[in-house]
């Protein structure tokens, strides 16, 4: 019979539901731990630096030799200063704060998003757009999981403007085409770097906040 | 901020293929280096000396001849070294042709709703340069043109426009071509949106066999729900073909009926059927739309000859074999000269093979009989 039939299967996702390992977190109003949070956000860096690859080379071809030539190490100009350097003095690195960690990891995904969007509005070919367009979704998510994680931590995000307008004030867009080019090359090469560097953040903060002990500090804050 | 350590010019020049051009490498004051230290590239390889000239104590030039198209269409990369090899400068160089006028523009328009417009570009040739096309359109004889928005849904050059149509009125249609080089306006297409309406392909395409007739298949299928909404008649066309060929018959004369019986198949095989709709007769006018595209195949196998395995009855086989051939194609011959699918002429037809097949069985078995 047709109502017999709807208990059964009500009765048999109950029981599927309950047997679900997960389900006694939810007894937490924090669905994750911040180390699920941490190990997730080291995950989508690894996919990103990954996805990176197919990125870079695509464009670094469009741009034509010697960009795409595997030695090229071309100056950086002074206005390439405006995107975020990922190499740091590897006693600094050490001494980060996780607060300081996580948010110059914050910072810097914020503005080469940004500029990478800028990007997006000038390319000339629809595969490098689509392959773009979809690069600035997935970092998108890494920004907003890296906030996800500095909230469950109670850290305030950084502040200021996330996404500067266009290029912080005083940094001129580059005056030739070729100079444009050398933006873009570093812009892709610092991205690389901070992806690299990212992956080691996040490792080692998984190792300083394993998810029971977040557990623990949530409840006691009454969470 | 400092300085650039070099300056050349031309910077960034748009150039005709097969052009020639001289450009300079000027290094900055501030920069201890001097004309014998510089040398060029173009997109990674090194220019011949023999090419260059020294035009100032700190300036080199390089002369460029017969040039091709660019290499990308972000320009070809012409570099001022020093001689370490390091960067001092660089000039993209954009060289290809002027566009042509975009051709071979044709459009459609889904069920009066939209009108999708695709073209060709003129030559070859637009590689080495981004071409930029623009799809322009406006009603004959009131002024305004508006620019389509949508662009690359049916292919790269395609444009969709998806709303504020009007009906019973001619449009101009042009697209625009444009490059670093110049311009190109395509002719002008007049259309009027009534003549170029299509539809969706017929829905719920249904094939089964007739029975246990070996050579039959029956089609059927629901009528695009747009016709429903306004007034257009249709006819439909089929096509079929066996599992393993390529090959696909056509079945013409349907008309606006939703369904039709294929003939004359071979037994035990599967077929794949699909059926398109032509919207005609749009608000009385005589004229023909544009066929849909074909509905996803639809595959249905004819029932195995019961007589595939072979001779049991050679010579009474034999025998059949001819006769059912010959009037087999008496009734196809009266079908197609009658009326395609005409339901009198198939009735008449299977009769006959049920009969023939009733006939060959007892014929087997009086065989058998010891």
Redesign the interface.
């Known amino acids: 019979s047709p109502t017999g039939d709807s208990w059964g299967i009500f009765t048999f996702l109950c029981a599927a539901l309950c047997n679900l390992p997960a389900l006694p977190a939810l007894n937490c109003s924090e669905e994750l731990g911040a180390g699920q949070s941490i190990q997730q956000t080291y995950d989508l860096t690894r996919y990103l630096e990954h996805q990176l690859r197919t990125l870079a080379g695509t464009y670094l071809?469009?741009?034509?030799?010697?960009?795409n030539?595997p030695d090229f190490n071309?100056?950086r100009?002074?206005?390439a200063e405006r995107v975020p350097s990922a190499t740091v003095d590897l006693d600094l690195w050490r001494g980060l704060t996780d607060n300081a960690r996580l948010a110059a990891n914050y910072r810097a995904y914020s503005r080469l998003l940004c500029y990478l969007r800028v990007l997006d509005g000038q390319v000339?070919?629809?595969e490098l757009r689509h392959r773009l367009a979809h690069f600035c979704a997935s970092l998108q998510g890494l920004v907003l999981s890296i906030g996800g994680v500095m909230s469950s931590l109670g850290y305030p995000l950084p502040a200021g403007p996330a996404a500067p307008p266009a290029g912080p004030p005083g940094a001129p867009a580059a005056p030739?085409?070729?100079?444009k080019?050398?933006d873009d090359f570093w812009l892709l090469k610092e991205l690389q770097t901070w992806l690299w560097r990212s992956a080691k953040d996040f490792n080692r903060l998984k190792k300083k906040v394993p998810p029971a002990v977040v557990t623990l500090r949530l409840e006691a804050r009454g969470f | 901020p400092a300085a650039d350590p070099a300056v050349i010019s031309p910077q960034d020049p748009t150039l005709l293929i097969g052009s020639s051009l001289v450009a300079t490498c000027t290094v900055s004051p501030d920069f201890p280096l001097k004309a014998e230290d510089l040398y060029w590239t173009l997109n990674g390889r090194r220019l011949p000396a023999a090419s260059y000239a020294t035009l100032g104590p700190s300036t080199l030039s390089v002369a460029l001849a017969h040039l091709n198209g660019s290499r990308q269409q972000s320009g070809d990369n012409l570099v001022c070294h020093s001689r370490d090899g390091g960067i001092l400068a660089g000039s993209c160089l954009y060289v290809g042709l002027p566009p042509e006028k975009p051709v071979n523009i044709t459009c459609w328009s889904k069920n009066m709703k939209d009108l999708t417009c695709k073209w060709a570009p003129g030559t070859e040739g637009e590689t080495f340069l981004h071409t930029n096309y623009t799809l322009k359109y406006k009603r004959r004889w009131y002024g305004q043109d508006n620019t389509c928005q949508e662009y690359h849904t049916a292919g790269t050059y395609s444009c969709h426009i998806p709303k504020d149509l009007a009906l019973f009125t001619p449009y101009e249609i042009w697209v625009e071509a444009s490059n670093r080089l110049g311009v190109a306006v395509s002719d002008v297409v007049m259309l009027d949106i009534l003549d170029v309406v299509t539809t969706d392909p017929p829905s719920d395409v249904h094939v089964s066999r007739v029975g246990d007739l070996e050579d039959q298949l029956s089609v059927r299928w629901s009528s695009p729900p747009a016709l429903k909404d306004f007034l257009f008649q249709a006819k439909y066309q089929i096509q079929y073909r066996v599992e393993d060929s390529s090959e696909w018959k056509v079945v013409d004369d349907v008309g606006n009926q939703t369904s039709c019986r294929l003939a004359g198949l071979r037994p035990g095989t599967v077929y794949f059927v699909q059926v398109r709709c032509n919207p005609f007769s749009i608000y009385g006018s005589k004229k023909a739309g544009i066929w849909s595209d074909w509905s996803n195949p639809t595959a249905a196998s004819t029932p195995r000859s019961e007589r595939a395995a072979g001779g049991c009855d050679p010579k009474g086989g034999e025998q059949n074999t001819t006769l059912r051939r010959e009037l087999k194609q008496f009734f196809g011959w009266v079908k197609k000269h009658a009326y395609g699918c005409s339901n009198l002429g198939i009735k008449l037809y299977d009769q006959w093979r049920v009969w023939l097949q009733k006939s060959h069985k007892t014929r087997n078995q009086v065989g058998k009989e010891p």
């Open positions: 071809n469009y741009l034509g030799p010697p960009f030539e071309p100056p100009l002074a206005r000339g070919t629809a030739n085409d070729f100079l080019k050398m």
